[in-house]
C-alpha cells in the first residue's frame, strides 16, 4: 500500500472531528497504551508461549499497531508532514545514531 494514499484516507475517515490535535493526542497515547498492554501480558509470563498464545499475542498486536499508525498517519498530516518523510528521517537518525556507537544509549535514555 502507498503510504500517501493512506495517509489522505486518515483524512477522509476523520473529517468530523472536532477538536482533532486533542483527539489525535489521546488516541495516540490510548492505543499505545494498549500495546504496552499486550507487551506487558507478554512479559510477564514466567514461561514460554505456546503456539496459540503466540498467535493471539501477534493478532492483537496487529490490530493495535495499525490503530497507532492510524493516529501518527493523521496527526503527520495535520503538520504537513508525509510518513514516508517520517520514515526516512527516523532511518537517517538511527543510522547516525549507530555508526557514532550510540543508538542502544539513545534508545534507553532519549530525552530529545
Not at 498464545?53 to 503538520?79: N, Q, R, W
Amino acid at each position: 500500500m502507498d503510504t500517501n494514499y493512506y495517509q489522505s484516507w486518515t483524512i477522509e475517515i476523520a473529517q468530523n472531528f472536532k477538536n482533532e490535535l486533542p483527539i489525535l493526542g489521546l488516541g495516540l497515547c490510548e492505543e499505545s497504551g494498549e500495546v504496552a498492554r499486550i507487551l506487558k501480558r507478554y512479559c510477564r509470563s514466567d514461561r514460554e508461549l505456546d503456539k496459540s498464545e503466540i498467535e493471539e499475542i501477534t493478532k492483537s498486536m496487529k490490530g493495535e499497531l495499525g490503530d497507532v499508525l492510524y493516529f501518527v498517519a493523521f496527526l503527520a498530516s495535520k503538520f504537513n508532514l508525509s510518513l514516508e518523510e517520517l520514515m526516512l528521517g527516523n532511518m537517517h537518525k538511527l543510522e547516525k545514531r549507530m555508526c557514532d556507537g550510540t543508538l542502544l544509549d539513545h534508545l534507553y535514555y532519549d530525552y530529545q
